[in-house]
């Protein structure tokens, strides 16, 4: 008897393979109204961070049933190019690996000097009471830790976040964002050091109109490195769906944003080098009642004080 392909020599699957074929022979048998599996069935995962209920847009995307199959691995890391992360914040501790601060304008960068080791946020005083720690908000929402009783959760339980710190008081520059970038992928770059580990993914949740054959030429070689570019498509919709980069370079995946119910985010930009949409929210409606704006809830920070 030949065996279907990948079923020889497993005594599990062969059972499971002979029984799905028995039943399958007495469904055709007369007097027989019909014969299906027995099949077992077990509850999807769901975390237990006390704010996982108000993360809508998990949901949204399927991720409690993919977390039956697989809830990331540590040996994956995310390089977050961005304002750095809170390196103390609760929810982030074990799933961080060596980053750098490449931001060279000591006067943007609030942290005493230019490029350092150090990719703590310090903040960048952008948002009236509050600075924004957008990094951190980005590395919570890919791996914060998750099924710890504490805070939010994760995408992937398990990835590792590689903090780079570009965006200060006084926005990002490109040359900062694009040594950045060659860190990632592990090539040589402006911090004359390299990370134990290349980034697989690299997040880049920010852009402008501004197209750069130097950043079209590092994002190709990170390619080429076999990495992964995400960016945003841009929060443009009411000026014009201008094109942003570095999400409309060549290889770059670029994403737009959908709302609690699946439509487009009134902010997101929408032109032709948009590839997929993901949950970003809306921040003026609450269409799932439960008394919160229906934004992205992710780990953050508050210097308001």
């Known amino acids: 008897e030949v065996l279907p392909l990948g079923i020889s020599g497993n005594a599990e699957l062969e059972r499971k393979w002979r029984t799905l074929r028995a039943i399958k022979q007495l469904d055709k048998q007369p007097g027989v109204r019909y014969a299906e599996p027995n099949y077992i069935l077990k509850p999807s995962a769901l975390p237990n961070d006390p704010a996982y209920k108000t993360q809508w847009h998990y949901p949204l995307i399927n991720l409690p049933q993919a977390w039956d199959i697989t809830t990331g691995s540590s040996a994956v890391i995310v390089a977050v190019i961005d304002t750095g992360v809170l390196l103390a914040h609760p929810d982030l501790q074990g799933q961080l690996v060596t980053g750098y601060d490449f931001i060279s304008d000591p006067a943007s960068a609030r942290d005493g000097d230019g490029r350092d080791p150090n990719p703590d946020d310090p903040g960048d005083v952008c948002c009236g009471a509050s600075s924004s720690f957008h990094g951190t908000h980005v590395a919570g929402t890919i791996a914060a830790a998750t099924n710890n ?20 008081q006084l926005a990002c520059a490109n040359n900062d964002i694009n040594e950045a970038i060659l ?48 960016a945003s498509a841009g929060n443009d919709a009411l000026s014009g769906n201008a094109v942003n980069y570095p999400a409309a370079y060549t290889g770059v995946v670029s994403v737009g944003a959908v709302t609690i119910d699946k439509t487009r985010s009134p902010y997101s930009s929408v032109n032709a080098f948009v590839d997929i949409a993901a949950p970003g929210g809306d921040m003026s409606r609450d269409l799932n009642g439960d008394g919160y704006a229906d934004g992205v809830l992710s780990t953050r920070g508050d210097d308001s004080s």
């Not at 339980?157 to 965006?167: K, Q």
């Open 149 to 168: 009783v504490t805070g939010v959760a994760g995408a992937a339980w398990n990835a590792r976040i590689m903090p780079l710190r570009v965006c200060g």
């Open 183 to 230: 860190y990632s992928a592990r090539l040589t770059n402006g911090s004359g050091t390299l990370p134990a580990k290349r980034a697989d993914i690299i997040n880049i949740s920010l852009g402008g109109p501004g197209y750069s054959q130097a950043q079209q030429d590092v994002v190709t070689q990170a390619r080429n490195q076999g990495v992964i570019v995400v």
